[in-house]
Every structure is written in structure tokens, then in C-alpha cells.
């Protein structure tokens, strides 16, 4: 059988496909109908492609478990034939030399229906009939059985006998994945199937592997042969599982497997946090943005570690991914697990404190036992500064906010230190690590300072601590807010906006990050260059005028900053288009890294950033206590009401509702167990302060 497990060079070659598409497909949206492949299907809660002329058709999604993550590289070729392989990543086997990327990979691309007998023929001229996807990739496919016997009947062809379904998902707590094929006899004939015995097993050189070698093994589960009459079906599963090479293999349950995964779909994260608004598309993409941005926590030896994913990144943590960008989420979305590792990545940050105020590590990796700086200090601590002060606020626990004060504190107060002669934080490099230009500081570091210091003087208050605390922390965001716009605002490709550093003189998608903090001085310039043709592609946003590069998340924080700034018709449209593409267009269904880099991984954080979009942005939430927070919506126009369902933040299970009246203001209804029920009205752009 290994025949069968080697690479598909040619796979791997369509799947090339999908990189070079996103460079030759730029500028402007796809419109709803044109060019959209796929359709949303359950009530949002699923997307369908039915393949037709639009084939062949390469793609790649992952899906991740506590011990596993399956990137399933899959298509359709011209003949309609379905061809994937798998990328499995195993975070907690570890290799040799045990840093980043040093979770044990193995790829297959095991043809499983070529070893299948029926009537001692091989199924053949396989027509994929759909494909959808809800956290769990279901293919079906209709199959003739054997060659044509005759010129007449090879003239005549054979109508498809046999329909089969596949089933691709992770193990939710194993070093396992799981599949099955479900074989249904649609014909008028009864077919004798044989399903063969099947194994396949590698073991690792053990000089590279951490703990010496480990196993990697397939197995079907349901061999023998089996009588199919017409009308029925037979089904038998397949496992790959990975471990070390003195640990006992296990036989897995399907049926149990199954269910974990779909209760972690369906209980833990689709009741919570639930978007109702007039747009299908923006309440389908929100849900799988939960999905993906939940899924991906690995459970480690020093605890729940959220993982970037994209076949490199397990194991360890970020200041930027993790910190600052999915951590604030995930008390809104309730979700425990991402909870545990939100708290454990700034606990372990937290040990890297100390009282020289040297740099902390941009990254905590191999389970915890290394670090990576390897590109200096990128604004370290003012992510941590920032994204920590927002977790503790919405997670509504004094004990929390205990816990993460003192980091907090180092954080400021490392910024502090770090203000150049004009005010403004030095850092060496920003999150991208150097890729870009950014000077000898830059308008990202900046303005997340800033944002800390509001947070941590709210937290302050929160914590009863002295007024002169959050009275200096006030005092500094002014200085900061002042510096700012004196150091950083500027005209820039005929836009009033700002600079990303000193000699900047394109514009950079990074611009967007004073509008999400509050920063209102070049508002207008700002929007309009966001939205301005410089910048945007049908991807979302460049990263850097004249360029061809694009990275999600600062697509993901211009949509927040242009809700947040009010525009809310302007962002609409962006979103919209936006999420279109990625949920229901070539490359789906999640929020993707960049391209070229990573070829559009799918990665976790990023999911967490759109929903804070909605959150932030549409919604206008912002933490100003441990039950309390502001709520500036930013409703577009064309919509009459929109909800949030079950916000779990604050320590709390609550709902917000916003609906447009007669004379144009919003009325703004708070419910929930244990909470007053509360209703405003509110002028369009006006801010309310909720108490719950």
C-alpha cells in the first residue's frame, strides 16, 4: 500500500493554482453571484460548492484539535475526480532543533477509494457532486464501477452506480484525524464490495526527534467484504495517528470522535456570541470566524497554548497573535478553553518581567521551553500592554485583573521608558518583523501604548487602586495622544493622514490603527485613504502603496477603525465585498494570513480579529470596567436592527439589540439573566455608558 501514500507532485503543483490566482486577481470585489463559487447552506451555518464548468479547482482549509491540525489540500480536477492530501501536524511531537517550527509535519496523500473492490473491479470516472464545508469537510461523489465491456456500451456509457460520501475532521483531544466513506448503492444491481486490510507505518529517525523517533500510521477500520443491494450503504473510517514510537497505538471510535467535534461546532461556540444582522454573508463569515479562531489551542505541557496554525505555528505564543489580537475575543465569546489560554500566555509573558526593563521575547515557543526574539523589540510591550488590559476588563474577574496588573504595569512603564525626545515609543521593528520598513519607531507601537494606558487607567479604577494611579495613566495618553499627531501626522500621497515612521512617504494599511484607539485628528484623510484606490485590491488592503503584498489582519483592524470612526456605510461595503470572498469565493472559508508569504494560510488569529470588528467596531463595545463598557453603534444605513446574542464578556450572558426609529435615532436594548433590563436611544454616532 504505499504506492498510495507517496506525494502527489501533481497535486501539489495545481494547488499552485490558488497562490497565483490571488496575484492575478486584483482590484475591486467579485459581486454576490458573480464569481462566488461557493453558496451559503443551513441557514449560514454551512457553505456548498456544486462543482460545474468551474473546474478544475484546487483549494486548502485546516482544521485543528488540543493535538492535531489537518491541512486538507483538496480539488477537483478537469475530469471532476476529487484529489487531496493531508498535511498533518503533531505540535506536541517535537523535533530537532526544538524551535518554531518544530512540530512533527507528515504529509500523505493516501488515494483511499483506489483500494476498494466492487464486483473485483476498481470504482472509476468518479463526478464530485458537492462539497461543503461547516467546520467538517463532507464530499460527495458518484462513481461507475469498472471498465465499459463492450464498444456499444463504451459508446453508451454506464450511469454512475455508486454514490460516495467522504468525512474529513481533527480529533478534538487525540494525535489523531479522522475520515470516513460512506458507499450507497444508487444503481439497479447489487455489488460484493471488498474492503481491504489495511496499514501503513513510518517511523522518525530518532536523531530528530525531541523524545527520539515517533510513529505515523493509516488504518481503515471496517474491513471485509460486504453485500450492497441496491438502496443501501456500507460505511468503513480511516485513521492517521501519530504518537512515540513506545506509546500503544489506539483504536479509535468514530461515532465518539464525531461527536466531539461536532459538539464543539454546534454547543461550544455556534450558541455563543451569536450576530444577527440584515446580511447573511456578515453572520455566516462572523460564525466561522469563531470556529477558527477557537479550534486552535493546543494543549501543552505549561498548559492551553492558542496556535496561529498554517503548518508552522503550535506550541507557542505571540505578543501579536495571541496578546493583543484573539486573547481580548475570546471573553466575549465565552469560550473556556480559549479563555485558559489567553490567561496562561500572559502568565508566561509575565515571567519574563524584570528589573532592568530589558526587552520581552516577541515569542514563547517549543510548549514553553525557548523563546524567539529574533527580530528585537517590535512593540512587544505595548501588544502585551494593550491586549492584556482589555482581557482583564472584559473578562469581568477582579482575580484576573489582579493576576495581570503587574504585567500590565511592567509593560507601561517599559513603553515609558522607551519614548524618544519626540514623545513617540522606539521599537526596532513593528509586527511584521522587518518585512516592511518602520523605522526607528513607528505609528503601531504608538497607538497601542496609548490604548493600554486607557484600558490599564480604567482597570485601575476597577481594582480600587489609588485615583493618582489612573489619573497618571490619563495624564500620559494625552502626552501620547499629543505626540502623535506631532509626530506621525502628515500628508502622504496627497492624503491628510499619517506617516508610519519618520521618511515614510507612501501610504501603509497600518494608518488605521489611530481611528481604532480613538485617534480622531486626520479621521476624514484617514478613511479616504483607506478607501482610496492606493491601497485596496479584491484582497482588502495592500500593505504598503505600490505593492503587491497583502496581510488580513490589517484589513481586519481598518474595517474596526472605519466603524469605530463612524463610517459605517464605507465599511459596510468594504466588509461586505470583503467577506464575500473569503467565506464563499476561491479561497475559503476563513480569514487568511498574506500573500505571497504562507500561500493564504489559514490562520487562527485572524478570525478573532474579524469578530472583533463586530464587537468593536459595528458595536462599538469598549471595556471601561469590570461590568461596564461604552457602546458607540455604528449601524450602516440600509439596516433596520442588529443583534448580538449571548455576549458572555464581563463575566455576564447578555444580549444587545439596536433598532432604527422613525425620527433616525438607534434604540439600544441590554437583556440578559441577572441584568436590569435596559433601553436608550442614542444619536447616530453618539456613545453610551452601560453599567450591567
Given at each position: 500500500m504505499k504506492q498510495i501514500l507517496v506525494y502527489t507532485l501533481s497535486l501539489m503543483a495545481a494547488c499552485m493554482v490558488l497562490d497565483m490566482h490571488a496575484q492575478t486577481h486584483s482590484g475591486g470585489f467579485p459581486q454576490d453571484g458573480n464569481e462566488l463559487r461557493w453558496k451559503l447552506s443551513d441557514g449560514g451555518r454551512a457553505i456548498v460548492w456544486t462543482p460545474g464548468t468551474d473546474i478544475p479547482h484546487y483549494d486548502h482549509v485546516e482544521m485543528t484539535g488540543e493535538?492535531?491540525?489537518?491541512?486538507?489540500?483538496?480539488?477537483?480536477?478537469?475530469?471532476?475526480?476529487?484529489?487531496?492530501?493531508?498535511?498533518?501536524?503533531?505540535?506536541t511531537l517535537r523535533k530537532i532543533p526544538n524551535d518554531t517550527h518544530a512540530s512533527l509535519v507528515w504529509r500523505t496523500a493516501a488515494d483511499i477509494p483506489s483500494t476498494l473492490s466492487v464486483e473485483g473491479m476498481s470504482l472509476d470516472r468518479e463526478k464530485v457532486t458537492e462539497v461543503r464545508f461547516d467546520g467538517i469537510m463532507t464530499v460527495k461523489s458518484l462513481w461507475n464501477v469498472g471498465w465499459t465491456r463492450s464498444g456499444a456500451d463504451r459508446k453508451a456509457g454506464y450511469e454512475p452506480e455508486i454514490e460516495m460520501v467522504r468525512t474529513f475532521f481533527p480529533s478534538s483531544d487525540k494525535l489523531l484525524t479522522c475520515e470516513r466513506y460512506e458507499l450507497v448503492n444508487i444503481g439497479k444491481r447489487a455489488f460484493e464490495v471488498n474492503i481491504p486490510e489495511y496499514c501503513c507505518r513510518y517511523v522518525t529517525d530518532p536523531a530528530k526527534g525531541k523524545d527520539g523517533s515517533y510513529y505515523v500510521r493509516g488504518d481503515i477500520a471496517g474491513t471485509g467484504n460486504y453485500y450492497l443491494a441496491p438502496g443501501k450503504r456500507i460505511s468503513f473510517d480511516v485513521f492517521f495517528q501519530a504518537g512515540k514510537a513506545a506509546d500503544d497505538v489506539i483504536a479509535p471510535d468514530f461515532g465518539a470522535e464525531y461527536s466531539?467535534?461536532?459538539?464543539?461546532?454546534?454547543?461550544?461556540i455556534a450558541p455563543a456570541l451569536v450576530l444577527e444582522t440584515p446580511d447573511s454573508i456578515?453572520?455566516?463569515?462572523?460564525?466561522?470566524?469563531?470556529?477558527?479562531a477557537c479550534e486552535s489551542i493546543i494543549k501543552t505541557k505549561n498548559g492551553y497554548m492558542h496556535a496561529p496554525g498554517g503548518e508552522v505555528f503550535y506550541a507557542a505564543i505571540w505578543t501579536n497573535d495571541q496578546c493583543e489580537y484573539v486573547n481580548p475575543f475570546y471573553p466575549f465569546a465565552g469560550y473556556d478553553k480559549g479563555n485558559l489560554s489567553a490567561e496562561n500566555s500572559y502568565?508566561?509573558?509575565?515571567?519574563?518581567?524584570?528589573?532592568?526593563?530589558?526587552?520581552?521575547?516577541?515569542?514563547?515557543?517549543?510548549?514553553?521551553?525557548?523563546?524567539?526574539?529574533?527580530?528585537?523589540?517590535?512593540?512587544?510591550?505595548?501588544?502585551?500592554?494593550?491586549?492584556?488590559?482589555?482581557?482583564?476588563?472584559?473578562?469581568?474577574?477582579?482575580?484576573?485583573?489582579?493576576?495581570?496588573?503587574?504585567?500590565?504595569?511592567?509593560?507601561?512603564?517599559?513603553?515609558?521608558?522607551?519614548?524618544?525626545a519626540d514623545g513617540v515609543v522606539a521599537s526596532d521593528t513593528d509586527e511584521l518583523e522587518g518585512r516592511f520598513p518602520s523605522g526607528d519607531a513607528n505609528l503601531s507601537t504608538s497607538c497601542l501604548y496609548y490604548d493600554g494606558l486607557l484600558s490599564a487607567a480604567y482597570l485601575a479604577e476597577s481594582m480600587g487602586l489609588s485615583r493618582d494611579v489612573s489619573r497618571e495613566y490619563r495624564a500620559e495618553a494625552e502626552r501620547m495622544k499629543t505626540a502623535i499627531e506631532k509626530y506621525f501626522g502628515a500628508e502622504v500621497s496627497g492624503y491628510e493622514t499619517y506617516r508610519?515612521?519618520?521618511?515614510?512617504?507612501?501610504?501603509?494599511?497600518?494608518?488605521?490603527?489611530?481611528?481604532?484607539?480613538?485617534?480622531?485628528?486626520?479621521?476624514e484623510g484617514t478613511a479616504a485613504a483607506l478607501l482610496g484606490p492606493e491601497m485596496m485590491t479584491r484582497n482588502g488592503l495592500l500593505t504598503a502603496q505600490g505593492d503587491s503584498t497583502f496581510w488580513d489582519r490589517s484589513t481586519l483592524y481598518a474595517l474596526r477603525g472605519l466603524f469605530c470612526a463612524g463610517y459605517s456605510d464605507e465599511a459596510y461595503a468594504f466588509m461586505h465585498d470583503f467577506s464575500a470572498w473569503r467565506l464563499l469565493g476561491d479561497h475559503v472559508p476563513y480569514?487568511?494570513?498574506?500573500?505571497?508569504?504562507?500561500?493564504q494560510r489559514h490562520l487562527s488569529a485572524e478570525g478573532g480579529l474579524y469578530c472583533r470588528i463586530v464587537t468593536e467596531g459595528i458595536f462599538g463595545i469598549r471595556p471601561t470596567g469590570l461590568s461596564s463598557f461604552t457602546l458607540t453603534p455604528s449601524m450602516p444605513s440600509s439596516w433596520g436592527r442588529m443583534a448580538l446574542r449571548h455576549i458572555?464578556?464581563?463575566?455576564?450572558?447578555?444580549?444587545?439589540?439596536?433598532?432604527?426609529?422613525?425620527?433616525?435615532?438607534?434604540?439600544?436594548?441590554?437583556?440578559?439573566?441577572?441584568?436590569s433590563p435596559q433601553r436608550h436611544t442614542v444619536l447616530e454616532g453618539g456613545t453610551l455608558k452601560i453599567v450591567l
Open positions: 493535538k492535531v491540525s489537518m491541512v486538507l489540500r483538496w480539488g477537483v480536477d478537469a475530469d471532476g475526480a476529487f484529489r487531496c492530501e493531508r498535511s498533518l501536524v503533531f505540535p466531539a467535534r461536532r459538539s464543539f461546532i454546534d454547543d461550544s456578515l453572520n455566516s463569515a462572523f460564525r466561522f470566524a469563531k470556529i477558527r502568565r508566561l509573558f509575565g515571567t519574563f518581567m524584570n528589573e532592568d526593563y530589558r526587552p520581552i521575547p516577541s515569542s514563547i515557543i517549543a510548549e514553553g521551553d525557548d523563546i524567539w526574539a529574533g527580530a528585537g523589540d517590535r512593540g512587544d510591550a505595548a501588544m502585551l500592554a494593550c491586549g492584556a488590559s482589555r482581557y482583564a476588563l472584559s473578562s469581568g474577574s477582579v482575580e484576573t485583573a489582579r493576576e495581570l496588573w503587574p504585567l500590565i504595569e511592567w509593560c507601561l512603564e517599559y513603553c515609558r521608558r522607551h519614548k524618544t508610519y515612521y519618520e521618511g515614510n512617504d507612501v501610504l501603509r494599511s497600518w494608518i488605521c490603527l489611530p481611528l481604532v484607539v480613538g485617534l480622531d485628528y486626520h479621521r480569514m487568511i494570513e498574506a500573500w505571497p508569504e504562507g500561500a458572555k464578556a464581563f463575566g455576564r450572558d447578555f444580549d444587545i439589540s439596536v433598532s432604527r426609529l422613525p425620527s433616525g435615532r438607534l434604540e439600544v436594548s441590554v437583556t440578559g439573566p441577572g441584568i
